[in-house]
C-alpha cells in the first residue's frame, strides 16, 4: 500500500487545513488510517484513527473537538480536517495504514506516507 500525504502548508493560527491521505492506484478501504505528527526532536504523536469501516474513530486530547477525521471510500482517501490552527500544531504530518482494526501505537502500522508540512504561525 503506498500512501500520499497532501495538504500542508502555511497558516495562520485560527485558521484551518484539510489533509489528504490517498493510494494511488490502489485501494485501501480493508485498512485502517492513522494520522500522526511529528515535531524535530519529539516522538510522533498519534492525532486521530479511523477504523477500515469508518465505525470507529480515535482522537488524540489534542485534537477533540479541533480536529476530523473521515474517509471516502469511493475516492481511496482520508481526510484531516483541522481547525483552530494553534502555532504548536506546527509538525510533519504523516498519514499510516494498517490491515484490520486501528491501533493507537505508531509501531502497529506497516505503511507510511512521506509526511506533509504544516506551520501555523502567530
Known amino acids: 500500500v503506498q500512501l500520499q500525504a497532501s495538504g500542508g502548508g502555511l497558516v495562520q493560527a485560527g485558521g484551518s487545513l484539510r489533509l489528504s491521505c490517498a493510494t494511488p492506484g490502489g485501494t485501501f478501504n480493508a485498512y485502517s488510517i492513522g494520522w500522526f505528527r511529528q515535531v524535530p526532536g519529539k516522538e510522533r504523536d498519534l492525532i486521530a484513527a479511523?477504523?477500515?469501516?469508518?465505525?470507529?474513530?480515535y482522537y488524540g486530547d489534542f485534537a477533540k473537538g479541533r480536529f476530523t477525521i473521515s474517509r471516502d471510500k469511493s475516492k481511496n482517501t482520508v481526510y484531516l480536517q483541522m481547525s483552530s490552527l494553534k502555532p504548536e500544531d506546527t509538525a510533519v504530518y504523516y498519514c499510516?495504514?494498517?490491515?484490520?482494526?486501528?491501533?493507537?501505537?505508531?509501531?502497529?502500522?506497516?505503511?507510511w506516507g512521506q509526511g506533509t508540512q504544516v506551520t501555523v504561525s502567530s
Open positions: 479511523i477504523g477500515f469501516n469508518s465505525g470507529n474513530r
Open positions: 499510516a495504514a494498517r490491515l484490520g482494526a486501528y491501533e493507537i501505537y505508531e509501531g502497529a502500522y506497516s505503511y
